[in-house]
Protein backbone atom coordinates (compact mmCIF):
# COMPACT_ATOMS: atom_id res chain seq x y z
CA UNK A 1 0.00 0.00 0.00
CA UNK A 2 2.22 2.70 -1.54
CA UNK A 3 1.54 6.20 -2.36
CA UNK A 4 3.00 9.45 -3.20
CA UNK A 5 0.29 12.23 -2.71
CA UNK A 6 0.72 15.71 -4.47
CA UNK A 7 -2.36 18.39 -4.32
CA UNK A 8 -3.44 21.17 -7.43
CA UNK A 9 -1.67 23.90 -5.09
CA UNK A 10 0.36 24.37 -1.80
CA UNK A 11 -3.31 24.53 0.20
CA UNK A 12 -4.48 21.77 -1.18
CA UNK A 13 -4.80 19.76 2.00
CA UNK A 14 -2.10 17.24 1.24
CA UNK A 15 -0.69 16.92 5.08
CA UNK A 16 -4.24 16.83 6.75
CA UNK A 17 -5.13 13.74 3.91
CA UNK A 18 -1.49 12.14 4.35
CA UNK A 19 -1.55 12.27 8.17
CA UNK A 20 -5.24 10.56 8.25
CA UNK A 21 -4.38 7.84 5.78
CA UNK A 22 -1.04 7.01 7.88
CA UNK A 23 -3.11 6.55 11.13
CA UNK A 24 -5.55 5.19 9.40
CA UNK A 25 -3.60 2.70 7.28
CA UNK A 26 -1.16 1.96 10.37
CA UNK A 27 -4.40 1.49 12.57
CA UNK A 28 -5.20 -1.81 10.14
CA UNK A 29 -1.75 -3.25 10.67
CA UNK A 30 0.24 -2.12 8.15
CA UNK A 31 3.63 -0.80 8.97
CA UNK A 32 3.24 2.53 7.09
CA UNK A 33 5.80 4.90 6.95
CA UNK A 34 5.39 9.00 6.02
CA UNK A 35 7.87 10.80 3.92
CA UNK A 36 7.83 14.60 3.59
CA UNK A 37 11.19 14.54 1.66
CA UNK A 38 11.63 19.03 1.53
CA UNK A 39 9.85 21.29 3.69
CA UNK A 40 10.55 25.37 3.19
CA UNK A 41 9.77 27.48 6.02
CA UNK A 42 8.67 25.23 8.95
CA UNK A 43 9.05 21.72 9.66
CA UNK A 44 5.45 21.54 10.73
CA UNK A 45 4.20 19.16 8.25
CA UNK A 46 7.37 16.31 8.66
CA UNK A 47 6.18 16.52 12.08
CA UNK A 48 2.62 16.42 12.14
CA UNK A 49 3.47 13.10 9.74
CA UNK A 50 5.79 12.27 12.80
CA UNK A 51 2.92 11.76 15.57
CA UNK A 52 0.80 10.16 13.14
CA UNK A 53 3.41 6.95 12.54
CA UNK A 54 3.80 6.96 16.79
CA UNK A 55 7.48 8.53 16.04
CA UNK A 56 8.24 5.03 14.97
CA UNK A 57 10.34 6.56 12.40
CA UNK A 58 12.75 9.62 12.92
CA UNK A 59 11.85 12.48 11.84
CA UNK A 60 14.99 13.57 10.09
CA UNK A 61 13.92 10.35 7.34
CA UNK A 62 10.53 11.65 7.02
CA UNK A 63 12.37 14.54 6.25
CA UNK A 64 15.83 14.69 5.09
CA UNK A 65 15.85 18.18 3.29
CA UNK A 66 14.98 21.30 5.17
CA UNK A 67 15.05 24.72 4.34
CA UNK A 68 14.03 27.90 6.24
CA UNK A 69 12.72 29.65 3.26
CA UNK A 70 9.08 29.50 2.76
CA UNK A 71 9.56 29.17 -0.97
CA UNK A 72 9.78 26.57 -3.71
CA UNK A 73 12.61 24.17 -2.58
CA UNK A 74 15.01 25.67 -5.73
CA UNK A 75 14.30 29.16 -4.56
CA UNK A 76 14.87 28.15 -0.99
CA UNK A 77 18.19 26.19 -2.44
CA UNK A 78 19.76 29.58 -3.75
CA UNK A 79 18.66 32.08 -0.82
CA UNK A 80 20.79 29.72 1.45
CA UNK A 81 23.26 28.73 -0.91
CA UNK A 82 22.96 25.46 -0.61
CA UNK A 83 21.37 22.56 -2.42
CA UNK A 84 18.44 20.84 -2.33
CA UNK A 85 19.70 17.07 -1.95
CA UNK A 86 17.84 15.09 -4.36
CA UNK A 87 20.58 12.24 -3.78
CA UNK A 88 19.40 12.45 -0.14
CA UNK A 89 15.83 12.52 -0.68
CA UNK A 90 15.89 9.22 -2.57
CA UNK A 91 18.30 7.26 -0.20
CA UNK A 92 15.80 8.21 2.63
CA UNK A 93 13.37 6.62 0.47
CA UNK A 94 14.84 3.51 -0.26
CA UNK A 95 15.31 3.18 3.19
CA UNK A 96 11.70 3.79 4.06
CA UNK A 97 10.97 0.93 1.32
CA UNK A 98 13.41 -1.19 2.40
CA UNK A 99 12.11 -1.26 6.05
CA UNK A 100 8.50 -0.69 5.73
CA UNK A 101 5.76 -2.76 4.29
CA UNK A 102 4.00 0.41 2.97
CA UNK A 103 5.31 4.33 2.14
CA UNK A 104 3.09 7.47 1.92
CA UNK A 105 5.05 10.18 0.90
CA UNK A 106 3.81 13.76 0.40
CA UNK A 107 4.87 16.30 -2.59
CA UNK A 108 6.01 19.90 -1.73
CA UNK A 109 3.57 22.10 -3.05
CA UNK A 110 1.92 21.41 -6.05
CA UNK A 111 2.57 18.99 -9.20
CA UNK A 112 5.27 21.15 -10.93
CA UNK A 113 6.79 23.35 -8.19
CA UNK A 114 10.50 23.40 -8.54
CA UNK A 115 13.28 21.28 -7.08
CA UNK A 116 16.14 22.29 -8.77
CA UNK A 117 16.96 24.10 -12.08
CA UNK A 118 15.21 21.30 -14.30
CA UNK A 119 13.95 18.61 -11.86
CA UNK A 120 10.25 19.22 -10.34
CA UNK A 121 8.01 17.18 -7.82
CA UNK A 122 6.68 15.11 -10.98
CA UNK A 123 10.20 14.50 -11.80
CA UNK A 124 10.37 12.71 -7.58
CA UNK A 125 7.07 11.32 -8.35
CA UNK A 126 8.43 9.69 -11.38
CA UNK A 127 11.97 8.47 -9.74
CA UNK A 128 10.18 6.57 -6.47
CA UNK A 129 7.24 5.24 -8.64
CA UNK A 130 4.41 5.27 -6.39
CA UNK A 131 1.18 5.64 -7.65
CA UNK A 132 0.16 9.25 -7.53
CA UNK A 133 -3.01 10.31 -5.60
CA UNK A 134 -4.42 13.85 -6.18
CA UNK A 135 -5.44 15.94 -3.02
CA UNK A 136 -8.33 18.34 -4.54
CA UNK A 137 -9.13 21.00 -2.01
CA UNK A 138 -13.07 21.61 -3.35
CA UNK A 139 -13.43 25.35 -4.16
CA UNK A 140 -14.06 27.62 -7.12
CA UNK A 141 -10.70 26.80 -9.86
CA UNK A 142 -10.17 22.88 -8.72
CA UNK A 143 -11.37 21.67 -12.13
CA UNK A 144 -8.48 23.26 -14.05
CA UNK A 145 -6.46 22.45 -11.48
CA UNK A 146 -6.80 19.01 -11.11
CA UNK A 147 -7.35 18.35 -14.72
CA UNK A 148 -4.04 20.01 -15.81
CA UNK A 149 -2.19 17.46 -12.91
CA UNK A 150 -3.71 14.52 -13.80
CA UNK A 151 -3.23 14.85 -17.23
CA UNK A 152 0.22 15.70 -16.86
CA UNK A 153 0.78 12.25 -14.55
CA UNK A 154 -0.45 10.14 -17.46
CA UNK A 155 1.26 11.78 -19.88
CA UNK A 156 4.46 10.90 -17.99
CA UNK A 157 3.04 7.01 -17.67
CA UNK A 158 2.38 7.17 -14.50
CA UNK A 159 0.14 4.97 -12.15
CA UNK A 160 -3.00 7.89 -11.42
CA UNK A 161 -4.01 6.47 -8.10
CA UNK A 162 -7.18 8.78 -8.08
CA UNK A 163 -8.54 11.79 -6.52
CA UNK A 164 -8.45 12.20 -2.96
CA UNK A 165 -11.27 15.22 -2.46
CA UNK A 166 -10.68 17.76 0.51
CA UNK A 167 -14.28 18.96 1.04
CA UNK A 168 -13.25 22.47 2.69
CA UNK A 169 -15.72 24.98 1.37
CA UNK A 170 -19.63 24.96 2.19
CA UNK A 171 -21.74 22.92 0.44
CA UNK A 172 -23.78 26.21 -0.75
CA UNK A 173 -21.11 27.06 -3.18
CA UNK A 174 -21.98 26.27 -6.26
CA UNK A 175 -18.24 25.11 -7.33
CA UNK A 176 -18.16 23.26 -4.20
CA UNK A 177 -21.68 21.27 -5.03
CA UNK A 178 -20.82 20.29 -8.49
CA UNK A 179 -17.06 19.64 -8.46
CA UNK A 180 -16.96 15.89 -7.62
CA UNK A 181 -19.44 15.08 -9.45
CA UNK A 182 -17.64 16.60 -12.55
CA UNK A 183 -14.36 15.31 -11.96
CA UNK A 184 -16.16 12.00 -11.97
CA UNK A 185 -17.55 12.34 -14.98
CA UNK A 186 -14.47 14.34 -16.98
CA UNK A 187 -11.99 11.65 -15.63
CA UNK A 188 -14.11 8.89 -15.79
CA UNK A 189 -13.21 7.56 -12.26
CA UNK A 190 -14.18 7.98 -9.11
CA UNK A 191 -13.01 9.82 -6.02
CA UNK A 192 -10.83 7.66 -4.13
CA UNK A 193 -12.30 9.09 -0.70
CA UNK A 194 -13.56 12.20 0.76
CA UNK A 195 -12.12 14.16 3.81
CA UNK A 196 -14.80 16.32 5.77
CA UNK A 197 -14.05 19.61 7.67
CA UNK A 198 -12.64 18.46 11.00
CA UNK A 199 -12.49 15.07 10.47
CA UNK A 200 -10.08 13.04 12.31
CA UNK A 201 -9.72 9.71 10.78
CA UNK A 202 -10.29 7.63 8.22
CA UNK A 203 -11.89 3.85 8.01
CA UNK A 204 -8.21 1.47 7.25
CA UNK A 205 -9.97 -1.14 5.82
CA UNK A 206 -12.28 0.50 3.68
CA UNK A 207 -9.05 2.44 2.60
CA UNK A 208 -7.32 -0.62 1.59
CA UNK A 209 -10.58 -2.10 -0.65
CA UNK A 210 -10.66 1.23 -1.91
CA UNK A 211 -6.65 1.74 -2.89
CA UNK A 212 -6.59 -2.52 -3.40
CA UNK A 213 -2.63 -3.13 -4.05
CA UNK A 214 -1.29 0.22 -4.87
Not at 32 to 46: N, V
Request: with cysteine; charged share 25%.
Amino acid sequence: MNLFITGIDTDAGKTYVSTLLVRALREAGLDTAPMKPFCCGSREDAEKLHEACGRSVPLDEINPVYFASPTAPYTAAKLENRPADVASVLSAFHRLRAAHRSVVVEGVGGWMVPITRDYYVADLAAEMGLPVAVVVRNRLGALNHALLTVRDIERRGLKFAGIIFNRAEPENDPAAATNRELLEELLGAPVLFEVAPGQTSLDGAELQTRLGAK
